[in-house]
């Protein structure tokens, strides 16, 4: 059974940083390529950052040198290191994997920015 779980959201000044983390289970982590979505209130669920199981990343244009995504095989776990947060990163978080073909996300963690 793949599980995704994600910690570490919370409420934070602008300017302030978060470093949220995805515990999985069930799948061979260090194969996969891992991902990071957000989701703010009554929008689209976006792609934020992604890393494949070489280390190599990819972000969004609007989080470039902010933010960081990095795993550790040893912990099945995949973090995202927020920096200077703004309003407009507040958002739901959501842990992504793809295994067997099938979307695997976890329930996700709150972040909000205030200003």
């Known amino acids: 059974q793949v599980q995704l779980v994600e910690s570490g959201g919370g409420l934070v000044q602008a300017g302030g940083s978060l470093r949220l983390s995805c515990r999985t289970s069930?799948?061979?982590?260090?194969?996969?390529?891992m991902n990071w979505y957000r989701q703010a209130a009554g929008k689209q669920r976006d792609l934020v950052a992604t890393?494949?199981?070489?280390?190599?990343?990819n972000y969004t244009d609007s989080v470039k040198g902010r933010f960081t995504i990095s795993r550790d095989n040893a912990r099945n776990t995949v973090y995202l290191q927020m920096n200077t947060l703004k309003p407009e990163d507040t958002a739901d978080y959501y842990c992504?994997?793809?295994?067997?073909?099938?979307?695997?996300w976890g329930r996700g963690t709150q972040v909000t920015v205030s200003s």
């Open positions: 069930g799948i061979n982590f260090k194969i996969h390529r």
């Open positions: 890393i494949s199981s070489d280390g190599s990343t």
């Open positions: 992504h994997v793809t295994w067997k073909s099938s979307n695997f």
